[in-house]
Structures are given as C-alpha cells and as structure tokens.
C-alpha cells in the first residue's frame, strides 16, 4: 500500500444497493472487461444488485468467499484469502484482481461473525497478506450498520475511503501493528483436556518434539505429505518459541481420526502483533518459519495473554 505497492484497500459506506452499484460501476466495469479475475464475497441482494448491472458479463465473477470455509481466527481468513488468490488467479502481468467483501460475510454465521473486532483483525491482517498482489479489495457496509466501533474500524484499516464514486485518502489509517496493538487477537476457543501433553526447553528438545508430531499425525490418519508438512510446521513454531520466546514451554495436542490440534505455549511475549502474515522475501534467510507453518496448516491461530504467547495449529486430513 505504497507507491510501488499493487495492493489496494478500500471501503464504502452504502444506503441501498442501487447506492452501491453506482460507486463500484467503474471499477467493476474495468475490471470485468479487461478480464480481471472479480470475487465477490456479498450477501444474496447484493449479489442480485451486481448480476443485474453485468447482464450476461456476472458469469465471469466468482462469487463466494476466497478464505472459505471460515475459521474462528481472522489471522488465518486473511491469509487463505491470500493463498487461493495465488492459486486460482494467475494474477501479475496484466491481471489484477477485484474483491467485493461485505463484512456481513466475514467469518461465517455465527452470531459474533461480523462484530467489529472480528472484522478489524481480519482488515488489519488482510493489509499484510496481500502486499505485493496486484488485488483491489473493498469493504462494504451498509449505512444501517455503522455504529461507533464499525466507523473507528473502518477508518482504522482502510488507506482510502469512497466519498461519492470517489476514492480518497484515508486520514485516519493505521498501519497493521497499531491496530492490532490495540486490537488483539482473541483467544481460541476452548477445546478441554489435551489428549497428551508435553514440556520442551532449548534446541535439544526438538528431536523429541518432531518424533511426537510424526506419531500424533500419522495415528490421525493425515497422509504422509501432511505428516511430513505437519512436522516442519511444529519444528517451526517451537523453534520460534525457543530462539524467540521463552526459551521453554508446554506442547499440547487433541488428536482424532482426520483431525489434529496442536497448541504451543510459552511464558514469552510476541513482539509482533502479526508473526507469518506478511509473505516472506524470497531472499530472506530468517523470518520464513510462521509464514511457512500458515501454509501447512488448515488454521494457524496466535494471541499473548497474561500468562505468555499462544499459537494453535489445526490440520485435517
């Protein structure tokens, strides 16, 4: 989101869906016609609103959420949305890509799926995954909606903002780590006694903690690719603990047939409030191990607490 950066993100504020329609008509017009890959994330009306301006052209928009399905953790919705755009857009060149997120959308059905909070880690982290993509996402939200956490969140985490069918410089914008900062990611859910658990502490103890992972994947039946992924991805994060953290702590896992959780906890504080987002340079030696642990697994969720740094890792088979 500079000068030399591709990525754009934007929001609009919209009374009704004709209202809407009449903001993105140029760049969805654009987009569509010059054969950019166009995803809208939108609700049944807005997407009625968006095939009846394109006619017959609505057949070249995906509609549909890139980071389906949803998880609890919108470090990880930000990151898959940046994955499958890798994947599915062929993207660079002369391709770029147009996102339409209604925040209505945005983490599911449950009852505190579009709640600000949510919505903001998601914008926040979003504005570290995609730099360098050559993707314009914009965020809508009805007028209806807007209360006073959704008008700080949307000035918070959005470069520009449409005024009119105008986009404009967004005063207001913070960058990714001060949003978060005040912001943070929740804990994970809950899950009850771990099936096994286990302390490491130092270099020496990642023997033992790649031999445990290789056994907990394969008795949870993951293929052998995911096993092998699954055991970089756990060297990894306690490597990360032991270099960066704490220097120790406590490996805990709930296995089942198809589905593996693991959770690693130190008495060590982050000091990034966004480790893995932002997709490591391909010259760096260092600060590749999150990053590569995100793409591994099926939810890489991180939060500090009291009490240390969190990071839960799920993979299904």
């Known amino acids: ?14 009374h009704d869906a004709d ?5 993105l008509t140029p760049l969805l017009d654009v987009a569509v016609t010059r054969g950019d890959l166009v995803w809208a994330a939108v609700d049944e009306p807005l997407r009625e609103a968006v095939e009846r ?19 609890y953790s919108g470090q990880t919705t930000a990151a898959r949305r940046a994955e499958r ?30 709640a600000p909070d949510y919505w903001s880690v998601v914008d926040a982290s979003c504005n570290l995954a995609l730099t360098g993509l050559p993707v314009t996402l914009i965020c809508l939200c009805a007028a209806a909606d807007v209360s006073d956490d959704t008008d700080r969140y949307l000035h918070w985490n959005h470069p520009e903002l449409f ?11 913070r960058s990714p780590d001060q949003v978060l900062a005040s912001v943070p990611a929740p804990p994970a859910p809950p899950l009850g006694p771990p099936s096994e658990q286990a302390t490491f502490a130092g270099a020496s103890g990642l023997r033992g903690v790649r031999v445990a992972t290789r056994r907990h994947g394969e ?6 690719e995911q096993v092998d992924g699954l055991v970089l991805a756990i060297g990894e994060l306690v490597s990360n603990s032991v270099e960066h953290g704490a220097g120790h702590g406590t ?19 982050m000091g990034s409030t966004t480790p893995g987002l932002r997709r490591p340079d391909v010259r760096s030696a260092r600060g590749r191990g999150v990053w590569l642990a995100r793409q591994l697994s099926d939810v890489l969720h991180i939060w500090s607490g009291a009490d240390g740094t969190h990071v839960r890792l799920e993979l299904g088979a």
């Open 219 to 224: 008795e949870a039946g993951l293929s052998d």
């Open 53 to 71: 301006h394109l006619g017959v052209r609505a057949r070249e928009v995906v509609f549909g959420e890139p980071a389906f399905p949803y998880s």
């Open 163 to 173: 005024v009119g069918t105008t986009a404009s410089p967004n005063p207001r914008y």
């Open 251 to 269: 490996l805990s896992w709930w296995t089942r047939p198809g589905r593996i959780v693991a959770q690693i906890h130190d008495v060590g504080h």
């Open 85 to 114: 755009l890798r994947e599915l857009g062929e993207l660079g060149g002369d391709r770029a890509a147009l996102i339409l997120s209604d925040s209505t959308t945005v983490g599911g059905s449950g009852p505190d799926s579009s």
């Open 1 to 14: 989101m500079t000068a030399t950066d591709p990525f754009r993100h934007l929001a609009v504020v919209y």
């Open 19 to 23: 209202d809407l329609i009449a903001t």
